[in-house]
T-cell receptor, first 115, second 113 residues
Framework: AQKVTQAQTEISVVEKEDVTLDCVYE???????LFWYKQPPSGELVFLIR??????QNEISGRYSWNFQKSTSSFNFTITASQVVDSAVYFC????????????FGDGTTLTVKP | NAGVTQTPKFRVLKTGQSMTLLCAQD?????MYWYRQDPGMGLRLIHY???????AKGEVPDGYNVSRLKKQNFLLGLESAAPSQTSVYFC????????????FGDGTRLSIL
């Protein structure tokens, strides 16, 4: 069965600090996708990034970067020079092929960035 | 660009009452989902649909029913509301491909007294 674990329930940092959100997954499939979503205080869920199981290249997008390591079944998310606007709940999700597009979500990590 | 629209946004019910949450998407997506979000528990799948006229149970389907009579609409019904169903409900949709991200509505905050 697939499972996503976000062990960090809450993280609090001061603005401009770097912060890494951990995501560990379990799956028996060799073909799968991983996703990160952001849920700001306003409540909507916004897609950030996806990565397939065959692509272990790290990705950087502005202040955001993602580190995917199949050897440790992890897909971690780093925010560099955090800002108050980064305060949100972040969810990691796993989708196995084919599975009607269903995703298994982690319980989320609440990030608070203080000014 | 409406995307996924949920109505209503807020609702308070008394135990035993019934209601229907409506989800509408304008992206011609095949797959649609209903989740509930409770504190510290992430998103849990209630029911989903892979196309017009189809529905299937998710992780926590008890106490809920769904219908997908039109491709763009996915309805979630509570026949006899219980306090345990107090939650934030999210609808999502995606293309008929397993590798695509889901597009979410803004959520419905439901309180059952």
């Amino acid at each position: 069965a697939q499972k996503v674990t976000q062990a960090q329930t809450e993280i609090s940092v001061v603005e401009k600090e770097d912060v890494t959100l951990d995501c560990v997954y379990e799956t028996r499939d060799t073909t799968y996708y991983l996703f990160w979503y952001k849920q700001p205080p306003s409540g909507e869920l916004v897609f950030l990034i996806r990565r397939n199981s065959f692509d272990e290249q790290n990705e950087i997008s502005g202040r955001y970067s993602w580190n995917f390591q199949k050897s440790t079944s992890s897909f971690n998310f780093t925010i560099t020079a955090s800002q108050v606007v980064d305060s949100a709940v972040y969810f990691c999700a796993l989708s196995e092929a084919p599975n009607a597009g269903k995703s298994t979500f982690g319980d989320g990590t609440t990030l608070t960035v203080k000014p | 660009n409406a995307g996924v629209t949920q109505t209503p946004k807020f609702r308070v019910l008394k135990t035993g009452q019934s209601m229907t949450l409506l989800c509408a998407q304008d992206m011609n997506h095949e797959y649609m989902y209903w989740y509930r979000q409770d504190p510290g528990m992430g998103l849990r799948l209630i029911h989903y649909s892979v196309g017009e006229g189809t529905t299937a149970k998710g992780e926590v389907p008890d106490g809920y029913n769904v219908s997908r009579l039109k491709k763009q609409n996915f309805l979630l019904g509570l026949e006899s509301a219980a306090p345990s169903q107090t939650s934030v409900y999210f609808c999502a949709s995606t293309e008929d491909r397993w590798d695509q991200p889901q597009h979410f509505g803004d959520g419905t905050r439901l309180s059952i007294l």
